[in-house]
């Protein structure tokens, strides 16, 4: 038996589908911001809830729509809806909800992370667990991993640079409660 016909052959719109249906559900998130370089940490907890979308959906169809492309462009996707607090005052940090949308290498996202606009990154996945993310908007560069650590867990790093230089790095730690 030759090697080609031993292994299969897993496309990206399969690896992205299985990433984003494997991450449904509900998610308990402790993060920790690191501030470059003066050093100042923060710590956040928020409750996420991940929705897989399937192609042709109404959420995505509307994101197609603030994007100007083709419904047939976005594969799949997952809605995120989300609400945080700082650990230690319990004070609201923020809560909302953002649509995702998967095609060719490129995910669309109706906000980004610092702005109400649309945005869109490039992505890989090295594997089904993992998923790498750059976004670039306003100025800024957010690069990003999201890794599923069995059926429970999941990492997240973020490094947000500016001008080249760094800024702030994003750790989180997320676990399944369904």
Not at 81 to 105: C, L, P, Q
Not at 152 to 159: M, N, W
Request: aromatic fraction near 10%; proline fraction near 3%.
């Amino acid at each position: 038996m030759s090697y080609e016909n031993s292994c299969p052959i897993v496309s990206e719109k399969s690896l992205v589908e299985d990433f984003f249906q494997f991450s449904q559900g509900l998610w308990q998130s402790e993060r920790r911001y690191y501030t470059l370089p003066n050093g100042i940490t923060q710590e956040i907890f928020s409750s996420i809830t991940v929705k897989f979308l399937e192609s042709g959906c109404p959420e995505l169809i509307t994101l197609a729509e603030l994007h100007q492309i083709n419904t047939e462009m976005i594969t799949c996707g997952s809605l995120v809806s989300w609400s945080s607090k700082d650990v230690h005052s319990g004070r609201a940090i923020s809560e909302g909800d953002t649509i995702f949308g998967a095609g060719e290498g490129l995910l669309y996202r109706d906000r980004g992370h610092t702005i109400m606009q649309p945005v869109v990154a490039t992505y890989y996945l090295p594997n089904s667990q993992t998923l790498c993310l750059r976004t670039e908007n306003s100025g800024s560069v957010f690069e990003e991993e999201i890794k599923h650590i069995g059926h429970k867990y999941r990492t997240r790093q973020t490094i947000i640079s500016r001008a080249g230089e760094q800024m702030m790095i994003g750790q989180y730690l997320e676990k399944r409660i369904n």
